[in-house]
């Protein structure tokens, strides 16, 4: 009966809704628009060590976004990157000109958005007269002008074929980190295990649930992956914050998401600073980690 409600009628489609499976609900990155070229404009990046600007945004999507994208480097052993979290009420939501001028100060060639941008026609267009080169990789609904960025990855953006329109904005920062991870190239100079990118699953997760996507599909896979990954995940922000929460990691739920993490991740924003939350996601370092989760709570 709940599944009939929910437009679940064949015994097939009821069974991926039951049973979601990596191998087969993940779809193909480079099936999103302008994939390719974000791909080869990041590998010319690293080739000559260009620095990298990550801008995102400040919510429990955008935050996550930053962390996955920050282990990324991290793993492949890359530091000439920043990340940028505006301030939800000095800087509002999106790209701004103080930003891109930061950007621009600290050397940065190549910016990368996350959980935003598709909106900022002239701030992309401001960056582009100082010569930086923007990658938008977002999820909103575009509107009838698209910024003149160097490659624009949003499944909603017309002509784009790829089969899940409703991925979060970490999920389509991970489908990033997924292509490059593919590509030969890249493989050909970098170590990274395969499947590694599972790893970041918890953040993908929380930030599908978080977000309040639709949890059909892939967003459905990544949700339930993200869970089984967060009940093991090695973060000691994650970890320290469960045991004030008095939540037993191993059991995670998505009720424990939505009601008890998100809000603590979202407070950073709302009531402090939204770096504070992207410190005790990403910290290594048990102590500071630790003391964040304690500070946000």
């Known amino acids: 009966e709940l599944l009939f409600t929910r437009g679940i009628t064949k015994q097939s489609d009821a069974e991926i809704f039951i049973a979601p ?22 590998l010319r990046a690293f080739e000559v060590r260009e620095r990298i600007g990550v801008f995102s945004d400040y919510d429990a999507d955008g935050i996550p976004g930053a962390v996955v994208i920050s282990d990324f480097f991290k793993k492949i052993g890359y530091e000439n990157y920043e990340i940028y979290i505006p301030h ?8 701004s000109h103080d930003a891109t001028d930061l950007f621009k100060k600290n050397g940065v060639t190549l910016v990368i958005t996350i959980d935003c941008g598709i909106a900022d026609v002239g701030e992309v267009e401001y960056a582009n007269s100082l ?3 923007v990658i938008v990789t ?3 609904v575009p509107h009838e002008v698209l910024p003149h960025a160097f490659a624009i990855i949003n499944p909603k953006q017309q002509g ?16 990033v980190i997924c292509a490059l991870l593919q590509n030969e190239e890249f493989k050909k100079k970098y170590s990274v295990v395969p499947g590694w990118e599972k790893w970041l699953l918890d953040m993908v997760g929380l930030a599908t649930l978080s977000d309040m996507v639709p949890l059909r599909g892939e967003n459905r ?13 090695p973060r000691p922000g994650l970890q320290k914050l469960c045991a004030i929460l008095k939540m037993n990691q191993a059991h995670l ?3 424990d998401i939505g009601f008890m993490i998100t809000p603590r991740i979202n407070a950073a924003s709302r009531m402090g600073v939204p770096r ?20 946000l709570n």
Not at 31 to 40: C, F, G, H, I, P
Not at 224 to 232: P, T
């Open 21 to 42: 499976d990596f191998s087969r609900d993940i779809h193909d990155p480079y099936l999103l628009k302008d994939m390719n070229k974000a791909v080869e404009r990041i």
């Open 88 to 95: 939800r009420n000095d800087e509002g939501y999106g790209m």
């Open 131 to 133: 010569q930086l080169d």
């Open 138 to 140: 977002d999820h909103h």
């Open 160 to 175: 784009c074929e790829y089969p899940e329109k409703m991925l979060c904005g970490s999920g389509v920062i991970w489908k």
């Open 221 to 233: 896979t990544l949700a339930s992956y993200g869970l089984y990954v967060m009940r093991k995940s």
């Open 253 to 255: 739920s998505e009720e």
């Open 276 to 295: 504070d939350a992207f410190v005790m996601l990403s910290e290594t370092d048990p102590i500071a980690a630790g003391a964040m989760a304690e500070h």
